[in-house]
């Protein structure tokens, strides 16, 4: 697979084999643009709206509600690490967009990344075939989605006044600063963390647990586990995590 995805590489750039390949991408001068194409052409990027509903449910109906008790009109702060194209964040947008429309006063921000640029790209146009929209309720369909002019297309596109909530930048989890500078009450950063070793899954969740406020939640995917890492959260949900304090 990684020979497949990056022989497309060496065509573009007319080279014959991958030790001319690894000399170009690591070439100072080059100043890593190409890995970062190269990141682009091998990683995945599987995800879907309302992709593990359970997760939705227990933000909406267990998180919030006590948030909103307890803080009132700060803004609630919200990462989705790993966002792909884009589905997760505007999910997240539509879940607490409804929770506000009963609740003056709630304010949220959101911040999505990834670390492909190719994806970002497309996360930020926010345009989606009908195909991809099953799992989204139809009520929030009408409320928060916009059809082409040309239905014959099949296309549609979040609105304005979601796009809004929504922050995206490019981040490496391998970087030793996210330079996030609030605190977060959710991550949500689910089937990321099953792609790196043991010793680099515990950094990570150091590191995120270390930008959430005392009593703010993770969500993980659930192929994922905590169990046997050295990290201080507590498991209150199928793969929902509380920092302990």
Not at 47 to 57: I, L, Q, V
Not at 169 to 175: D, H, S, V
Not at 220 to 241: F, I, Q
Request: with cysteine; charged share 25%.
């Amino acid at each position: 697979m990684l020979e497949g995805r990056l022989q497309k590489r060496l065509r573009v750039l007319g080279m014959k084999n991958f030790a001319e390949y690894i000399d170009y991408l690591f070439d100072p001068a080059e100043n890593n643009h190409e890995l970062v194409l190269m990141i682009d052409q091998v990683t995945t990027n599987k995800t879907d709206f309302f992709r593990e509903p359970d997760h939705f449910a227990y933000l909406q109906e267990q998180v919030l509600p006590s948030w909103w008790e307890k803080n009132g009109t700060r803004p609630f702060m919200l990462w989705s690490a790993g966002c792909s194209t884009g589905q997760e964040p505007y999910t997240l947008a539509m879940v607490l967009s409804e929770f506000a429309a009963s609740r003056p006063g709630f304010n949220f921000q959101i911040l999505a990344t990834d670390i492909s640029t190719r994806v970002l790209e497309q996360a930020r146009r926010a345009v989606y075939h009908e195909d991809q929209l099953a799992p989204v309720p139809i009520d929030l369909r009408r409320k928060y989605l916009l059809r082409s002019k040309n239905r014959q297309s099949g296309l549609v596109r979040i609105i304005p006044q979601l796009r809004a909530r929504v922050r995206f930048r490019r981040l490496n989890f391998l970087e030793n600063n996210f330079g996030l500078r609030v605190p977060l009450d959710v991550i949500f950063c689910r089937n990321v963390i099953i792609y790196f070793d043991r010793s680099t899954q515990v950094r990570l969740l150091q590191s995120f647990n270390g930008h959430l406020r005392t009593g703010a939640y993770i969500f993980m995917g659930h192929s994922e586990t905590l169990n046997g890492l050295d990290v201080p959260l507590l498991s209150v949900a199928p793969a929902v995590y509380r920092k302990r304090g």
